[in-house]
């Protein structure tokens, strides 16, 4: 079976090439060889390589930036996922496509969890753009599965834990480090994530899946299992999504529940924290030296 995907350079596309290649072919052009935006392109390489799945992994995914970047936001969380969806129609091939815990406003009540079949009532300009691209795969392709995960970290690209410990490094044993205490959500892996994805691809799912980690925490809670792991003494200060006042709304409630995964037999997500210690056991050592670096 031939994988084409695109956004290989990016944190949950570098662990899906390294996962999926193991148990099948994948073909990981870059943007300057595929671009997504562009129809001529996406059809001429998909003609090229005759892929049986496309798997997605490019987007837009910076929160704050997508209020202002309303153009490229559009082209490439909207337009891209649309030219995959019609692509894949044209040359009869399943589109694997990410979507996010942010199509959801959030609004439920803690701990209740938001399934599948919820209705999609994003807060955000990134959140529209991610129902957007739902709704632009489910229109156009006509074999697909949608994956909406949250809370993502991985070995490469930028993430909640590197931000933490660069921060945390950087704070004076008298300073306190602010962390959100009232946004909740289930930290996920990405390498934990790209064998689910391998795990949906083998059995032929079709249709919108949830897939995070077991369990829920807030990222207040996130932070001080993180620090406490790698033995990190900083003074956490808990404050409010309202306190830090950035540009984009954020969800309140982010807890997503894999029902359809468990439904199936197919989940193979464990409890948050488990896949953190696991991940902190192997990348921690790394991790503080790059954090200690950006912050010389």
């Known amino acids: 079976m031939k994988i084409l995907l695109l956004g290989s350079k990016g944190m949950l596309g570098s662990d899906c090439k390294k996962v999926l290649g193991q148990q099948f072919e994948v073909i990981a052009p870059d943007k300057k060889e595929l671009d997504i935006v562009s129809w001529d392109r996406v059809t001429e390489r998909l003609q090229h390589y005759k892929p049986n799945i496309i798997v997605n992994c490019a987007a837009f995914t910076d929160v704050d930036g997508s209020e202002k970047e309303s153009f490229l936001v ?6 891209g996922p649309r030219n995959l969806a019609q692509g894949s129609a044209r040359f009869n091939c399943k589109l694997v496509h990410i979507s996010s815990d942010y199509v959801f ?8 969890p938001y399934f599948e079949d919820d209705s999609m009532d994003p807060i955000s300009a990134y959140g529209t753009s991610k129902m957007q691209s739902e709704i632009a795969v489910k229109e156009n392709a006509p074999d697909y599965i949608i994956i909406r995960t949250g809370w993502l970290y991985g070995s490469e690209g930028g993430n909640f834990i590197k931000s933490l410990l660069a921060n945390a490094l950087r704070t004076r ?7 959100v205490n009232d946004q909740y959500g289930s930290p996920t892996w990405t390498y934990r994530l790209a064998h ?7 059995n032929g799912a079709r249709g919108t899946y949830h897939a995070t ?10 932070a001080r299992h993180i620090l406490e ?11 409010s999504l309202e306190d830090l006042s950035q540009p984009a709304r954020r969800p309140v409630n982010c807890i997503l529940e894999n029902r359809l995964l468990k439904k199936q037999g197919l989940s ?22 790059e954090a200690k670096a950006r912050n010389s």
């Open 229 to 239: 792991k790698l033995k990190i003494k900083v003074n956490l200060e808990p404050c």
């Open 74 to 79: 559009r082209k490439v969380n909207v337009e």
């Open 105 to 112: 406003g959030g609004r439920k009540t803690v701990p209740q």
């Open 213 to 222: 980690s077991e369990g829920y925490c807030s990222r207040y809670e996130f």
């Open 173 to 179: 044993k008298k300073q306190s480090l602010k962390v």
């Open 196 to 202: 689910q994805i391998g795990e949906l691809i083998k």
């Open 268 to 289: 193979i997500m464990p409890d948050w924290k488990e896949d953190v210690d696991i991940f902190l056991d192997y990348y921690g050592e790394k991790l503080l030296k």
